[in-house]
């Protein structure tokens, strides 16, 4: 099946005839490191500033041309030439030969499940960069986690090559994480591109979150190509999709392409769409190096893998790179491009995506947003770099004190790949030792969570998440003590009193629900109930609505989402973007068991809250304390005053009714295993208090 | 009724032995000995045939196929004889003949065990010994050949007045048959025939239970033993209730039961000498008694346990030890070893006093300061009580006594003892590290 390129072509080699009339004479892009067996020649187009041996490695080079030859393909035109998934193959690939003009940096972007993999399996098939199988299934979806739920965390780059009119184009198809809790991630990933496919499910219509991310784009300035994606589904309605587009994003309908991105229909129509529209980048192979950090992840043998975007000069094994965010310095140890996975190349020119492994330790030093330029030749930093913002947090305490250490490690591990989590370690009287984790958003939580469980086999209590407050202090005491006037409230522990605070902050974010008009009655009752004010309420279309709100954060964290969804029969989406912080009436409720204060129970809250919340709380407690020989009160309070109250009756007979000499050795052997568990309960004045109790209330409810 | 014979000829052999005996404990004698605790044990046998199995219970029982009573019958003796040996006790303070239901067992079974046991060690003519007996095998003239065969004091399994909750306890006698039974017991164990009653059954209300409990009152002997239910794993009751098939019975209402019955049978002049045994005129169970002082114990029979010092290994630390479970298997090991011993733990010395205190607070007087220094010469009960805080809590609640007599639970108290007990065995523990760091 293989036909080996010859290799008296020197590197050229003709395409099977299947691959259509346009079967041209190629240069491979691989350059062999080997002067024993190759053939030099000359690269014969694009770039006039270099000329650069090539070298082709006898008959690897043009190996599984199944993958290459794209038997059938319906256009003439059109042909794929890259070979470069040779596991064999050592060599490493010229990226000169693409220059800037041939270059497409794009993304697709989309609401959760519209599409936004598969369509992108299909363009790594078409471009011959995967081959075409029935596994290929959310390839750039690498972790179980995506594929599981379906989303996007872990951005994911690959290096499309496609001929097209006879041009051979390096199309970087950079993926972005699916949800607005990487929204900061999503906006980073766009500033590496020209252009969006923006994926609008022909069934579903516009989401809330096609929304948030077609504003990330259009206010990066991007070429946006709107795609129309499941029109094979019964319930397609392209049409209205259309006319969705076409008013919310003020884009022609006949801009819009229909696709069908699982049959395949019209997926080759996009890939040309984006070499048509999305422009190349502006950017200038003369300049001084300037290298965006887009992404990275970390090898355990090779350290950090950043993925960057060359807005200016190149890139080449040697290179002394500093970066501008830590002012480190780092020896270049490899560049390469991404197929997904990594393919060395000699170097990287302006415009180009892909890796660069450089000797970091930690992806800390190579953080999203931040600038690489060469050692000595400083250059002003790419605009938008910020440190990663926990907007949410929770305590993380292994299930087994014993298991710290595991778990320790694998946070580790797992943060080794997500800078994003900020961590710092902290101490429950009731549940041992653990970590205080902040996260982008509640999915990254739980992403993180599951990914402990499913990656490292870890088994965690996490604590009910809780959003950042602040206050603005009035004591000079506190002023003094603290060095500024805004503090920010992590620990419910470290509430300041409302007699040394002129006014406290709660963050806030700006929600879009779209939904079928008929719910919105009920939504906006939700909404309301949510301490939400409204901003802005328009039609979509002729039965779809947007509303927009400003949510207090801690409003959304546990249920909402659900709650939107059973609201409007699982029809309405949601999405949110951070709004900054609005003054709050915030109170610190304590619990109280039989009169003493338990001090890892002590939650902040909104005072219209406080009541619900309290009697939750005494609830689950009611329920988690097992009866001792007193009579148990359980009070939720605000300062002295009892908000909610629940009461565990006292024992009246557990005594074992049997106790003859056949029975001793078992009772002895429970009695004693109860009264190892005695010594472990936390006691809070004379009530003992089981670990459990605690777990059920701190812990993260259950969503479904 | 007719005389005795299998008695008598007991009691002739003991005599026959005692003289062997006399000399030999005169021999022992000089040295003086800390105790006669040593010399002598409570001996406990298994019968683990049943008919039927009951929905309530997880004891280690069998219904039989094919039963070879005459090879259970000389494994129970051989077994006797070795562990009886083993512990060279001089003396066994009472014999309980438990199950299953022993009172299928054949009374020369009974019969050849208790002249085995007299063969081996003393065993008083006047000393307790107990057969459980199920109404549906007991009948009069049965009942009569036990006493014959040497039994002196009879346990009935009555359960219950109430045939509905015979039925749901799985019991294969009628109400009627039960108390037929109870009568020919009394005429023929007067003063030393104990009942069995159930209480806290799935459906029984604090009314229904109080009623059937006045009824026998008035027909019961000088013994009552009163068991709430525990719903046991493994038992098709435990299943049906995990089913919602039959309702869970309401742990306020059980605790009140156990409070109206305990009121009761003190107002009936009982005395609630442990927690779940009510005797007047003082016909307490001197076997069941010795479990809760902690005396030693030789269990034998198929799963029976036991606690002695296996004195002829010159072993001075008591041993916890358990027989095989299965019966074929253990007579298999007894006709092959001469006993069926499946586990064997030392029980070091703290081991015994949580024992001691577990057990001991179970009993209406508690824990004597003498009683406990026999096991403990060096520790008494003021040094591992005297200043806990949290003991002292308990005194405050009204639960616990600790005073001049020794530690006790309170009327109150004793109903939840086993929540005393978790903080009197961290107690216990903690001293006894506390002496144990200072003594090194």
Redesign the interface.
Known sequence: MLSLAPRAAGGWARLPSACGAAAVLRPSPWVEKSPADHAAFTRPCSSQKKVTRVCVRNGYSFGRLDLLGRRGSPLAHASVFCPFNLPKYKGKLDMSLFPVENIRNFSIIAHVDHGKSTLADRLLEITGTIAKTDQNKQVLDKLQVERERGITVKAQTASLFYNYEGINYLLNLIDTPGHVDFSYEVSRSLSACQGVILVVDANEGIQAQTMANFYLAFEAQLAIIPVINKIDLKNADPERVEKQIEKLFDLSKEECIRISAKLGTNVEKVLQEVIEKVPPPSVNIDDPLKALVFDSTFDHYRGVIANIALFGGEIQKGHKIVSAHTGKTYEVNEVGILTPNERPTHKLYAGQVGYLIAGMKEVTEAQIGDTLYLHKQPVEPLPGFKSAKPMVFAGMYPVDQSEYNNLKSAIEKLTLNDSSVTIHRDSSLALGAGWRLGFLGLLHLEVFNQRLEQEYNASVILTAPTVPYKAVLSSPKLIKEHRKEEITIINPAEFPDKFSVSEYLEPIVLGTVITPDEYIGKIITLCQARRAVQKDMVYIDEHRVMLKYIFPLNEILVDFYDALKSHSSGYASFDYEDAGYQTADLVKMDILLNGNSVEELGTVVHKDKAYAVGKAMCERLKDAIPRQLFEIAIQATLGSKVIARETVKAYRKNVLAKCYGGDITRKMKLLKRQAEGKKKMRKIGNVEVPKDAFISVLKRQSEK | MAAPGGWRARTGLAVALRSQRAARQQRTLQKPLPSEEPLRA?L?V?WPYCQKRCSYCN??KYIPRGLDEASMRSCLTQEARTLIQLSQVHRISSVFF?GGTPSLASPQTIAAVLETISRCAHLAADAEVTLEANPASAGASRLAEFRASGINRLSIGIQSLDDAELILLGRDHTAHEALGTLEEAKKLFPGRTSIDLIFGLPGQSVASWTKGLEELLQQCDDHVS?????LERGTSLFRQVQQGSVPAPK??V???M??VAREMLRDTGYRQYE??NFARNGALSAH?LS??QGSQ?I?IGP?????FVPRAQGENLRE?R?QTLEPDSWMKEVQAFGHGTRKRAAQGELEVL??VL??GL?TDVGIAHQHWLQFAPSLSLWDVFGTSVEVK??ED?G?LLLDNRGLRCSWKG??????????L??QL?QSWADRTAHGT
């Open positions: 409570a406990y298994h004891f280690n438990g009163l068991y709430q239910l525990t742990q306020e059980v605790a009140e156990y409070e927690v779940s069941n479990y809760w114990y269990g799963g029976a346990h036991g606690r916890a358990i949580e024992e577990v057990l179970r809590e308990l609640q639960l004793l109903a939840v003892l086993d929540s005393l007990l978790l903080t065995l961290n523990q």
